[in-house]
């Protein structure tokens, strides 16, 4: 997906090689697949990626070298994700 910025925001303006006229309102085949990839469509799939979403927060929360706030949020995510 390319994200259409006004011209102001690139250093070369309108020369730069990511500037577009015109936002692009259309997804691509490339897109479509990176979100098939990143968002599981069967149970088994949606459960894997749960089960390792809930294994790195878990390791996160209790990571001793990170501040206590962080792992005061990586904690409440857990929470967040636990079924209810």
Known sequence: MKYFFDSWMFVKGKDSPCY???????????????????YPRSAPAMSAAATVRTQALEALSKEESLPADIRSHFKEALKAAAPR
């Open 20 to 38: 577009t006229k015109a936002e692009n309102l259309v997804i691509s085949p490339g897109d479509k697949l990176g979100a098939a990839k990143v």
